[in-house]
């Protein structure tokens, strides 16, 4: 039973390497920037509303990388395989921490540079087509975050690393 469930397990991870090989860079990003906002959900602070809107920037980057996905392959991914890719990266990060601070924080804010710049170029209040076609054409920023941008996602990254480290820590409910 054993050998299944590390045969199954190493298929799985196969599975998942081969399909990180096939993404696009911008796919990849996005799938990353998910997790990275999911991974900022946890937050109350600079405002109560934040771990909320974090949590829906989670999910305006899974439907960029759900629709480019679907306009490479010309099948939509199932949600749960999303997820399922989604907290992987968030498991790796997670682990990584502290090495890969300096790398998650310029992350996140250039995660934040990129929503920024999606909204941006949408209307003001865009119909479904036109949202749709700002998802498939959406990219990641090329220019360099700002320091600020970066003192402030220091901030609330070491925060949001510190609350997720608490999360897991606790002692299961009965």
């Not at 679907?70 to 991914?77: H, L, M, N, V």
């Not at 119909?127 to 700002?134: S, V």
């Amino acid at each position: 039973m054993k050998i299944r469930a590390l045969i199954a397990s190493a298929l799985v991870a196969c599975s998942v390497q081969v399909a990180q090989a096939q993404e696009s860079a911008t796919e990849t990003a996005a799938l990353r920037c998910s997790a990275v906002s999911l991974l900022h959900s946890s937050l109350t602070v600079p405002s109560p509303q934040f771990g909320e809107l974090m949590t829906q920037i989670a999910g305006l980057f899974s439907e960029i990388y759900s629709t480019q996905v679907s306009q490479r392959t010309k099948a939509k991914p199932a949600v749960a395989d999303i997820k399922a890719r989604r907290d992987a990266v968030l498991s790796e990060l997670r682990k990584g921490w502290p090495g890969n601070k300096d790398k998650l924080i310029r992350d996140a804010a250039t995660c934040n540079a990129w929503r920024g710049e999606f909204f941006a170029k949408l209307p003001e209040k865009p119909n479904e087509k036109q949202f749709i076609a700002a998802l498939a054409q959406s990219a990641p920023p090329t220019a360099p975050v700002s320091k600020a941008d970066i003192e402030k996602w220091t901030k609330l990254t070491t925060e949001a690393m510190g609350a997720a480290a608490a999360m897991n820590l606790q002692p299961p409910k009965k």
